[in-house]
């Protein structure tokens, strides 16, 4: 069974960092590629980055230069580390993984709060 299960959520001032971590469960991990996006309150969900199984990056412009998303395909896990955390990334996090087949799967979602 695929499950991807994020962790790392939680509430920071603005200025500060929080590193959100998506384990996931499946076989051949490397050649999936994956996102993290994030859905706030009476918005769309929205990419926010994505790492290619080749290791190319993507990234929102509003986020570009703050977050960094990286993955570790000996442990099946991708990181996205927010730096200068701001009250507009206040939002619900989702892990996002695509198979070469084109299917896709979602985690359950991480809270991430920035506020004074």
């Known amino acids: 069974q695929v499950q991807l299960v994020e962790s790392g959520g939680g509430s920071m001032q603005p200025g500060g960092t929080l590193s959100l971590s998506c384990a996931a469960s499946?076989?051949?991990?490397?050649?999936?590629?994956m996102d993290w996006y994030r859905q706030a309150p009476g918005k769309q969900r929205e990419l926010v980055a994505a790492?290619?199984?080749?290791?190319?990056?993507n990234y929102a412009d509003v986020v570009k230069g703050r977050f960094t998303i990286s993955r570790d395909n000996a442990k099946n896990t991708v990181i996205l580390q927010m730096n200068n955390l701001k009250p507009e990334d206040t939002a619900v996090y989702y892990c996002?993984?695509?198979?070469?087949?084109?299917?896709?799967?979602w985690g359950q979602g991480t809270q991430v709060t920035v506020s004074s």
């Open positions: 790492i290619g199984r080749g290791g190319d990056t």
């Open positions: 499946v076989a051949f991990f490397s050649v999936w590629d």
């Open positions: 996002h993984g695509r198979t070469r087949g084109g299917y896709d799967y």
